[in-house]
């Protein structure tokens, strides 16, 4: 069981927009700390994608986008591609624990 | 160009000890905490806890916490994840990972990741 809740899968048509959320608690979202988003192609290290909620790495095309609201944030990603098939992650801090938290990952299909 | 070099896969049998390893370059290894992360097979990420290379200070998660141990060679700029006695259950691909610092705890460039198998 995850600190932080995923959905376990999405699927969406190629140039389709998706959305996957992440629910967390007064602990960690809720209590104001940063949510990060990573994407793990299967077989390789996961990979940022978005930072301090909704700030994009150089390089992670803008059609990947984040937000943040009470205990909850999302990831959007619009005009999808083959190549977004992936894995993704949230990830926060937890006071509770001192220590950073993952959501349970959601498996992304583009159909 | 940041990168972070992790040690090849490992087959080991339940009891032993083993101890795999990090190396940045292409930055000030001081400079960032470095982060572990353990994926079970077929499974998600898990935070193990983190390590401040410029004084070894560490934070474990407390699923971790007496489990591992984490620590640094300075002078080589690596650091190691360590288990004194490895159990089946240890089984997983090993993640290392830096903190950035643009905003708390999140994990900016990651190594390509270790392979450690415990099998009788």
């Known amino acids: 069981q995850s600190v932080l809740t995923q959905p376990p899968s999405v699927s969406g048509a190629a140039g389709q927009r998706v959305t996957i959320s992440c629910t967390g608690s007064?602990?960690?979202?809720?209590?104001?700390?940063?949510v990060h988003w990573y994407q793990q192609v299967p077989g390789t290290a996961p990979k940022l994608l978005i930072y301090?909620?909704?700030a994009r790495p150089s390089g992670v095309p803008d059609r990947f986008s984040g937000s943040k609201s009470g205990t909850s944030a999302s990831l959007a990603i619009t005009g999808l591609q083959a190549e977004d098939e992936a894995d993704y992650y949230c990830?926060?801090?937890?006071?509770?624990?001192?220590?950073?938290?993952f959501g349970g990952g959601t498996k992304l299909t583009v159909l | 160009e940041v990168q972070l070099v992790q040690s090849g896969a490992e087959v080991k049998k339940p009891g032993e000890s083993l101890r795999i390893s990090c190396q940045g370059s292409g930055y000030s290894f001081t400079g960032y905490w470095i982060g572990w992360v353990r994926q079970m097979p077929g499974k998600g990420l898990e935070w193990m806890g983190i390590?401040?290379?410029?004084?070894?200070?560490?934070r474990y998660s407390p699923s971790f916490q007496g489990q591992v141990t984490m620590s640094i060679d300075q002078s080589i700029s690596t650091a190691y994840l360590q288990w004194d006695s490895l159990k089946a259950s240890d089984t997983a691909m090993y993640h290392c990972?830096?903190?950035?610092?643009?905003?708390?705890?999140?994990?900016?460039?990651w190594g390509q990741g270790t392979l450690v198998t415990v099998s009788s």
């Open positions: 990830q926060s801090y937890d006071s509770n624990l001192s220590g950073g938290v």
């Open positions: 390590i401040d290379p410029s004084d070894s200070e560490t």
């Open positions: 007064r602990s960690n979202i809720g209590a104001g700390y940063d």
């Open positions: 990972a830096r903190l950035g610092t643009a905003s708390r705890h999140h994990l900016d460039f």
């Open positions: 301090g909620n909704s």
